[in-house]
């Protein structure tokens, strides 16, 4: 599971977990710090067994604290932790975990975003590229090749530069995580304008509830639920 959602008592993912009949997850990784993406981390570890914590390198002036709870959760629990960077890969299951960026730590003072943990997970006939935060601006250079599945970074704000980046990486489905009426308005029309426009078929959290991906012989079946 990539990102733990925001707090809560329960944190919602962790109930939405629970819905799901998920009990135990291989890896729960945390992209970066921001209290929307780790807050529910510490609940997941307590009510379910994980295996390991994946991060990206740590900051260099250290993790914000909604991350640190997380991470000395795991600790308190035994949950191993491993720092995670570019070039690294990860197998999960069928899954296989490339890990595309950051390079290194975070530069004290340095906004999170551009450096989320940003991966590409393939499969036998899936590729999805999962961004977390990370907008165009940290997503132009990396060798990300085409995708399936596109997790759009930053809760579909509006990023100038990401037309190109679409028409690298084709994605025949985007999905855009947001919370109904958010107070930041997203996700944001250019943003939506430019998916269409790269022929991708775009399905968002605040209106369809959960997404569901699945692929069978390079088909793809998308369905919202709440």
Request: charged share 20%; aromatic share 2%.
């Amino acid at each position: 599971m990539l990102d733990a959602g925001p707090p809560g008592a329960p944190a919602p993912v962790a109930g939405r977990l629970r819905h799901l009949g998920v009990r135990r997850l291989d890896a729960l990784v945390l992209t970066h710090d921001s209290l929307d993406h780790v807050g529910g981390g510490t609940d997941v570890l307590g009510r379910l067994e994980v295996g390991v914590v994946l991060t990206p390198p740590a900051p260099r002036d250290g993790w914000a604290p909604p991350a640190r709870r997380v991470l000395d959760a795991a600790a308190a629990g035994g949950v191993g932790v491993r720092e995670v960077a570019a070039g690294d890969v990860v197998r999960v299951g069928e899954w296989r975990l490339h890990v595309l960026s950051p390079a290194g730590p975070r530069p004290a003072g340095a906004d999170p975003n551009p450096y989320s943990l940003v991966v590409r997970a393939d499969a036998a006939d899936l590729a999805a590229l999962l961004t977390a935060d990370a907008e165009s601006d940290a997503l132009a250079t990396l060798p990300t090749g085409t995708v399936d599945v596109l997790k759009v970074s930053h809760h579909g704000s509006e990023d100038p530069g990401i037309g190109p980046v679409l028409a690298r990486l084709r994605p025949r489905v985007a999905v855009v995580s947001s919370g109904e009426g958010n107070a930041f308005g997203h996700p944001r029309a250019p943003t939506l304008a430019a998916l269409a426009a790269a022929g991708a078929t775009t399905w968002r959290t605040d209106r369809a509830g959960d997404v569901t991906v699945t692929s069978r012989d390079g088909v793809l079946a998308v369905a919202g639920g709440r």
